[in-house]
């Protein structure tokens, strides 16, 4: 029989610890994803609720802000000095002509820095992406580009790339929606005017893009001197687009939390995990800050509890072969029947007329002192 306590008629508190290396299923050979089950039911008593919440977590900063499927990709295209890149029929930069390319940088922790070098240098398997220059402003928080090769022009497929569910635009500071196209930066034949602006695929009679070369949209230049002739990203630097908030999701939790990521409907979120530590340290919740919203379940029994560790794009978080810890709290609340809500209307009816039968009656009493008065 469970322990209750007098003043709040609610039995003992429970916490439950769980390790993802202990998981009965993982899901998709994932750790961050699985299914747990408990040896000990836990049952709540008849004319009880459940409140749940997160009491702490442990998780390893063991996962990358860059992941290949996720924002590891550049599509690229070098072209002569003042001609735009090729693009397909269905508007995207074709890859198929000679300088055309794709750079996929490897998965791992990028800062600013180290993304601009990477690009710039390229990695060991293609190279740099020739013959681009890419470099981050500090004050400004935003990456430059410009060409460093005489006569050629370098364009990156920013909006127009086929691969879009896998770009960087967004880590580079251009945004997909609002870019004015496909970024170029270009050098003349005598390596002495820069020249810089947006392209996209050439549009036919109908409409539809025309496979071939594409056309300037905005060209600007010609620039002489640093740092008019580097072409500024529309926005600044976001290296952690991808993942900037980690979440907690249960499947015990379908009706106690709100996510504007799915048009503010209810979502399984059991709670949000701030990233409070630096990449190779461990991310906390403490139980000072971390059993703060809770949650109540209808369910009258719990045999299984489902885990995930996602982004706020509700995908799964790689941790790279690590586990982490979370230990769950859960209290037991008596259901109480409430009052029914009071009538205010028929209040302020029966306190009205109240007020109105002690009026007349005070009218008539005071009359009849009147009446008296005179006879006398």
Same mark, same amino acid.
């Given at each position: 029989?469970?322990a209750?306590?007098?003043?709040?008629?609610?039995?003992?508190s429970?916490?439950?610890?769980?390790?993802?290396?202990?998981?009965?299923?993982?899901?998709?050979?994932?750790?961050?994803?699985?299914?747990?089950t408990?040896?000990?039911?836990?049952?709540?008593?008849?004319?009880?609720?459940?409140?749940?919440?997160?009491?702490?977590?442990?998780?390893p900063?063991?996962?990358?802000?860059?992941?290949?499927?996720?924002?590891?990709?550049?599509?690229?295209?070098?072209?002569?000095f003042?001609?735009?890149?090729?693009?397909?029929?269905?508007?995207?930069?074709?890859?198929?002509?000679?300088?055309?390319?794709?750079?996929?940088?490897?998965?791992?922790?990028?800062?600013?820095?180290?993304?601009?070098?990477?690009?710039?240098?390229?990695?060991?398997?293609?190279?740099?992406?020739?013959?681009?220059?890419?470099?981050?402003?500090?004050?400004?928080?935003?990456?430059?580009?410009?060409?460093?090769?005489?006569?050629?022009?370098? +364009?990156?497929?920013?909006?127009?790339?086929?691969?879009?569910?896998?770009d960087?635009?967004?880590?580079?500071?251009?945004?997909?929606?609002?870019?004015?196209?496909?970024?170029?930066?270009e050098?003349?034949?005598?390596?002495?005017?820069?020249?810089?602006?947006?392209?996209?695929?050439?549009?036919?009679?109908?409409?539809?893009?025309?496979?071939?070369?594409?056309?300037?949209?905005?060209?600007?230049?010609?620039?002489?001197?640093?740092?008019?002739?580097?072409?500024?990203?529309?926005?600044?630097?976001?290296?952690?687009?991808?993942?900037?908030?980690?979440?907690?999701?249960?499947?015990?939790?379908?009706?106690?939390?709100?996510?504007?990521?799915?048009?503010?409907?209810?979502?399984?979120?059991?709670?949000?995990?701030?990233?409070?530590?630096?990449?190779?340290?461990?991310?906390k919740?403490?139980? +000072?800050?971390?059993?703060?919203?809770?949650?109540l379940?209808?369910?009258?029994?719990?045999?299984?509890?489902?885990?995930?560790?996602?982004?706020?794009?509700?995908?799964?978080?790689?941790?790279?072969?690590?586990?982490?810890?979370?230990?769950?709290?859960?209290?037991?609340?008596?259901?109480?029947?409430?009052?029914?809500?009071?009538?205010?209307?028929?209040?302020f009816?029966?306190?009205?007329?109240?007020?109105?039968?002690?009026?007349i009656?005070?009218?008539?009493?005071?009359?009849?002192?009147?009446? +008296?008065?005179?006879?006398?």
């Amino acid at each position: 029989m469970l322990a209750a306590y007098k003043e709040t008629e609610t039995s003992a508190s429970r916490v439950l610890y769980i390790n993802s290396k202990d998981a009965t299923v993982f899901f998709n050979n994932n750790q961050s994803d699985f299914n747990f089950t408990l040896q000990e039911p836990i049952v709540v008593p008849e004319h009880h609720s459940m409140l749940m919440s997160v009491f702490s977590a442990e998780i390893p900063y063991s996962f990358y802000n860059f992941r290949v499927g996720v924002n590891c990709r550049l599509d690229y295209a070098v072209t002569v000095f003042n001609t735009p890149a090729d693009y397909d029929a269905n508007g995207f930069l074709d890859l198929t002509p000679v300088g055309a390319n794709t750079l996929l940088i490897p998965e791992g922790n990028y800062n600013a820095v180290e993304l601009a070098k990477t690009i710039s240098n390229g990695v060991a398997a293609a190279g740099p992406v020739y013959p681009l220059e890419v470099k981050f402003d500090p004050v400004k928080l935003k990456f430059s580009f410009r060409c460093i090769i005489a006569n050629l022009r370098v +364009t990156l497929a920013m909006k127009n790339g086929a691969a879009t569910g896998e770009d960087m635009n967004e880590e580079l500071g251009f945004d997909l929606i609002n870019v004015d196209g496909d970024p170029f930066v270009e050098l003349n034949a005598g390596g002495t005017q820069w020249f810089n602006g947006f392209s996209n695929p050439t549009l036919g009679g109908g409409g539809a893009p025309v496979a071939g070369p594409g056309t300037d949209t905005i060209r600007d230049g010609p620039f002489f001197i640093s740092p008019a002739y580097f072409l500024y990203a529309d926005d600044v630097v976001d290296v952690t687009n991808s993942i900037r908030s980690l979440f907690l999701r249960t499947n015990l939790s379908t009706t106690s939390v709100l996510d504007s990521h799915i048009g503010g409907g209810f979502s399984n979120i059991l709670t949000r995990v701030p990233i409070n530590a630096e990449p190779g340290g461990i991310i906390k919740i403490e139980p +000072t800050n971390g059993d703060v919203h809770k949650l109540l379940l209808k369910v009258k029994s719990i045999t299984d509890i489902s885990i995930t560790l996602t982004n706020q794009k509700n995908q799964v978080i790689n941790l790279n072969g690590l586990t982490f810890d979370i230990s769950l709290k859960l209290e037991f609340i008596a259901d109480k029947e409430l009052e029914p809500e009071p009538n205010r209307r028929n209040d302020f009816v029966v306190n009205r007329n109240t007020a109105l039968q002690k009026f007349i009656e005070e009218r008539e009493a005071e009359l009849k002192r009147i009446k +008296t008065k005179k006879k006398k």
